[in-house]
């Protein structure tokens, strides 16, 4: 993955990687002096290491398809990356759902203290199918940088509603999914598309990972046709779902779910759905990570466009910084999809005023930030 250097020449070659954070640079270098290749990502603190997992892109047109699979830096400071190859790779067999040319999407890794594995979830879609499989697929690995293994890509939830859908909103989602007079929205509010895939299991777009302070670890992701985003308990060894699971922020159409906690309050951070192109992000907070949500808005300060693109970027990830109290930093993709290959970076330090966050736009900084 070295790129242009070989092993001998590795060792010796001048380091280049970035010593500050450069938003929206149109390289950001790791310590093979190589663009970070690692879109859609999240990180995963161990010790006093970061480890950035992301979509690995090619160039051209396939170039958001995975060809290679979910690419694995290291860093300690959050500047210098090392490259660690590929975690999950694409398997060669046609017959796997995972076979090279499939769609994965915001790999995100966590650690399972009773089974000593690190897990990793992330947005899979089938070969030549689009966007309409929208499954949530599984990875485990013994070291955190892998080699993964691949355990399967699911709907999530058949047979189960969330717990704060009534059965009187069931009763009424049931009957608006026959009203062919409403639209997707008026639709996914209600709740039709959960009626629609009951059976089959609900859909996983966007997704993201959180675990708590606890050991209780959760899957957040864009569902009901993107509509809805749904929050769901894992399962002791964090590879499945449970059926506590609830429907947050229903019909408000967010992706891109950022989810941290602060003190006692937790945290979100998304996009709206606009799917490459960049638009106005939002955030929201709650007491609980089932909620109750409550909007606040958009997080960006600046000048109009600023805040209709979000400098350009939408969320994917906040990093809670090591060794400093209450600071986060908002991850962010500048996607290129004429060129995948070519998408960068914005991230930026979270300000809270008022106790809510907010973004504003630095051409270059670093971790003093938050001193
Ligand atoms: C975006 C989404 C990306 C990707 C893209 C495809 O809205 O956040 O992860 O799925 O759509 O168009």
Redesign the pocket.
């Given at each position: 993955m070295a790129g242009l250097f070989s092993c001998n020449q590795k060792k010796t070659a001048p380091r280049e990687a970035q010593k500050t954070i450069k938003p929206g640079a149109e390289r950001w270098l790791d310590t093979d002096g190589q663009h970070i290749n690692a879109h859609?990502g999240g990180i995963y603190i161990e010790d006093d290491t970061y480890y950035w997992f992301g979509e690995h892109k090619i160039a051209g047109e396939e170039g958001?398809r995975a060809m290679v699979g979910v690419q694995v830096y290291s860093s300690k400071n959050l500047t210098e990356w090392t490259n660690e190859g590929v975690a999950l790779a694409v398997h060669g067999d046609t017959k796997s759902m995972l076979q090279k040319g499939s769609?994965i999407?915001?790999p995100k890794v966590i650690y399972n203290d009773k089974t000593g594995k690190y897990v990793m979830w992330f947005?899979h879609e089938l070969k030549g199918k689009g966007?309409e499989a929208a499954l949530a697929g599984v990875a485990t690995a013994d070291k955190v940088t892998g080699p993964y293994t691949y355990l399967t890509s699911r709907r999530l939830h058949p047979g189960v509603y969330p717990k704060n859908f009534t059965l009187e909103q069931q009763q009424l989602a049931a009957t608006a999914l026959k009203d062919t007079s409403l639209k997707r929205p008026e639709l996914g509010r209600v709740g039709a598309y959960l009626v629609r895939d009951y059976e089959g299991g609900q859909m996983s777009?966007?997704m993201t990972l959180f675990k708590d302070a606890d050991g209780t670890a959760y899957h957040i992701t864009a569902s009901e046709e993107?509509q809805t985003l749904h929050v769901s308990e894992l399962t002791d060894d964090f590879t499945k779902v449970t059926d506590n699971y609830v429907r947050i922020l229903p019909g408000k159409r967010n992706?891109?779910p950022a989810v941290f906690k602060k003190d006692s309050t937790y945290y979100l951070i998304s996009?709206g759905?606009?799917?490459?192109k960049p638009n106005p992000a939002r955030s929201a907070k709650a007491p609980t990570i089932f909620g109750p949500w409550e909007e606040l808005g958009n997080p960006v300060r600046g000048s109009e466009e600023d805040l209709k693109k979000t400098f350009r970027s939408?969320s994917t990830y906040v990093i809670p910084v090591l060794g400093k109290q209450n600071a986060f930093i908002f991850m962010g993709d500048r996607?290129a999809?004429k060129n995948p290959i070519d998408g960068t970076y914005v991230w930026l330090p979270i300000k809270f005023e008022e106790e809510n966050p907010t973004l504003r736009w630095l051409p270059e900084w670093d971790l003093s930030e938050f001193d």
């Open positions: 859609g958001n769609t999407e915001r947005h966007y777009r966007d993107n992706e891109a996009s759905l606009t799917g490459w939408q996607w999809p």
